[in-house]
């Protein structure tokens, strides 16, 4: 199909011109489907949804703006359609199911990241420069308002302003999301961040089994405000998350110092 512009202004619609739209528009109600934005010959967007293509499509074409990834899409397309250009909808379900064992493979879930690094598509968020899954940008966004109520000050970020180190060692937690348990992502929030260094500082972090230490970077600048995130030997963190931790469960950490950070076994942090 393709994105058009709705008669109000503004607005987004899609139309299925395919050879057959009558079978498209019930494909458009199975869930579990991969899609894809175009623009020319350019792979613009990459996404999955466990709901129906249909329901997950109403979001883009009405966004609210703290919904990041809505609104950077409505917005890109609607810009292409306003110069004339044309925006084409390409949408994968399988429909014959694979299987390892007992268990059943969601062979659109299990694309979704290699498509995405294949084709780098822009419009998704991005990690480092690369282009990450809707899931992972909507992971860090929740974790990072978690972390930072939105009517909390935001401190002065600069390492001649530094808080003292804590008398104790100051705690946080990290929810081992998708993201956070596969990517290594350390984010140490709101009052973590005020007691840790300058941005690209370095950053030892330890681990409570006595697995040796990794030196790691403080990146102030990933995440809204300039709070915390630690980037730099993040796989050797998600191996030591995946070696302790099953997925969705928290792991608990320490600030030692500005520039040291301790992450605990989950029998130390029980």
């Avoid at 079978?23 to 623009?39: G, K, P, T, V």
């Avoid at 949804?49 to 703290?66: D, H, I, K, L, W």
């Avoid at 004339?84 to 379900?93: D, E, L, T």
């Avoid at 140490?188 to 006595?210: C, R």
Wanted: charged share 25%; aromatic share 10%; net charge negative.
């Amino acid at each position: 199909g393709a994105w058009v512009l709705a008669a109000r202004e503004g607005g987004l619609n899609f139309r299925l011109d395919g050879t057959n739209p009558d079978a498209d528009s019930l494909l458009m109600d199975e869930r579990n489907s991969l899609y894809a934005f175009i623009h020319g010959d350019k792979v613009e967007y990459i996404g999955k949804t466990a709901r129906t293509v249909r329901a997950r499509f109403a979001g883009y074409q009405n966004p609210a703006r703290s919904q990041r990834t809505n609104y950077r899409c409505n917005s890109k397309i609607r810009e292409l359609l306003g110069q004339g250009a044309s925006v084409r909808i390409f949408v994968f379900n399988p429909i014959s199911y694979l299987r390892y064992g007992d268990f059943e493979i969601n062979l659109a879930a299990g694309l979704e990241d290699a498509l995405i690094e294949a084709f780098d598509p822009p419009w998704n968020g991005r990690e480092l420069g690369r282009a990450i899954t809707e899931e992972a940008e909507r992971e860090e966004l929740d974790e990072v308002r978690q972390q930072v109520p939105e009517d909390q000050p935001i401190p002065a970020f600069c390492r001649s302003s530094l808080q003292s180190s804590p008398s104790s060692a100051l705690t946080f937690k990290i929810l081992l999301g998708e993201a956070y348990y596969h990517q290594g992502i350390i984010n140490p929030g709101a009052a973590a961040s005020a007691y840790l260094g300058g941005d690209g500082e370095p950053v030892e972090v330890s681990f409570g089994d006595g697995t040796d230490p990794v030196i790691s970077r403080i990146d102030r600048r990933a995440n809204p405000g300039g709070y915390v995130r630690i980037l730099g030997r993040n796989r050797d963190f998600a191996r030591w998350f995946q070696r302790h931790f099953s997925k969705g469960e928290t792991v608990q950490a320490l600030v030692l110092d500005a520039h040291r950070i301790r992450l605990l076994p989950k029998l130390a942090a029980d």
